[in-house]
Nanobody, 124 residues
């Protein structure tokens, strides 16, 4: 059973930075992908970034490319999302997700395990 616990959300002014963390527990993650998604009120859940555990390949939504960085710490089974130059439109609940395999990394249906979510609020 995979368990994911997010941390690091909060309130920040536009232009500021936050780092989200996702601590994963369960099976060996060497063949898994890990993703971050976000959901703003009244909107669908959208892809933010993903990383493959085996070789560290990274993928980003166009809206965050150049501002956000996803990384992993193998020894701690932890994935981070460093968010810089935050904008009010980044305000959302951010979810960590995981699943076996490296395909469908940019759609919610590609992930079977989800964390509880952490709120990120960016004020203008």
């Amino acid at each position: 059973q995979v368990q994911l616990v997010e941390s690091g959300g909060g309130l920040v002014q536009a232009g500021g930075s936050l780092r989200l963390s996702c601590a994963a527990s369960g099976p060996t993650f060497s063949r898994y992908k890990m993703g971050w998604f976000r959901q703003a009120p009244g909107k669908e859940r959208e892809f933010v970034a993903a990383i493959t555990w085996s070789d560290g390949s990274t993928y980003y939504a166009d809206s965050v490319k150049g501002r956000f960085t996803i990384s992993r710490v193998n020894a701690k089974n932890t994935v981070h999302l460093q968010m810089n130059n935050l904008k009010p439109e980044d305000t959302a609940v951010y979810y960590c997700a995981a699943d076996f395999g490296t395909w469908n990394w940019n759609i919610p249906e590609g992930y079977g395990y989800w964390g509880q979510g952490t709120q990120v609020t960016v004020s203008s």
